[in-house]
């Protein structure tokens, strides 16, 4: 079966902008979850998504937001960027409560800010 | 709120050597979860560990889960240049829906 995808893989984007990321979980998924990777932080999380709901936050500014859909695919958008939202923005999903089971990672969406 | 330290952050040993990477969460935890992930890659699941004093064991690869359930290790035993990459463990406090807490990661490099 087809694994997560994360969309775009790459980003070039102007401190100021914002941006919008995708992540589609595997069929029968209803679990995603959100982390921020960066060199020498490790993941950070930054939201669960279960079932269409916000299951938990992690400590990011509001400027950070996400949802998820009815099909489990789930978008998080940052707006007005910022020199340190550069990172490597990771999407997992699972089938039950995130850390319940298994979490399979997508490849990540790497987001430069300039 | 939850943290979970690992160490040690970095760690280089030579082809065959034996190595070691720890977890240790500020709460108990209902569970822990390790993850590789490869330069260049996304983490990948390795293993999860739910009982008190849980030890399991993947070929040269040992997890062990503390009894207080508050923390873990990996030991990888003879490691080879395919052991390569960065090794997270991943922690979640029981009760409802608690985010999980993953550790900075131990990045090993292993010199053939």
């Known amino acids: 079966k087809a694994g997560v995808t994360q969309t775009p893989r790459y980003l070039i984007k102007t401190r100021g902008q914002q941006v919008t990321l995708s992540c589609s979980p595997i069929?029968?998924?209803?679990?995603v979850s959100w982390y921020q990777q960066t060199p020498g932080q490790g993941l950070q999380f930054l939201f669960e998504?279960?079932?269409?709901?916000?299951?938990n936050k992690g400590n990011f500014p509001g400027r950070f937001s996400g949802r998820q859909f009815s099909n489990s695919r789930s978008e998080m958008n940052v707006s007005t960027l910022e020199l340190g939202d550069s990172a490597l923005y990771l999407c997992?999903?699972?089938?039950?409560?995130?850390?319940?089971?298994?979490?399979?990672f997508g490849q990540g969406t790497r987001l430069t800010v300039v | 709120g939850q943290q979970v330290m690992q160490i040690p952050q970095y760690q280089h040993v030579q082809e065959g050597e034996d190595f070691t990477t720890y977890c240790n969460s500020s709460?108990?935890?209902?569970?822990i979860q390790w993850y590789k992930q490869r330069p260049g890659g996304h983490p990948v699941f390795l293993i999860q560990?739910?009982?008190?004093?849980e030890v399991k064991k993947q070929k040269r690869l040992t997890f062990q889960f503390g009894e207080a359930k508050k923390n873990s290790s990996l030991h990888i035993t003879a490691t080879q240049t395919t052991d390569v990459g960065t090794y997270f463990c991943?922690?979640?406090?029981?009760?409802?829906?608690?985010?999980?807490?993953f550790g900075i990661g131990t990045k090993l490099q292993v010199i053939p």
């Open positions: 997992a999903s699972s089938s039950t409560q995130t850390g319940g089971t298994e979490a399979f």
């Open positions: 069929s029968g998924h209803r679990s």
């Open positions: 998504y279960f079932s269409e709901t916000q299951r």
């Open positions: 709460t108990t935890l209902s569970n």
């Open positions: 560990l739910v009982k008190s004093g």
């Open positions: 991943a922690g979640r406090r029981s009760g409802g829906y608690q985010k999980v807490t």
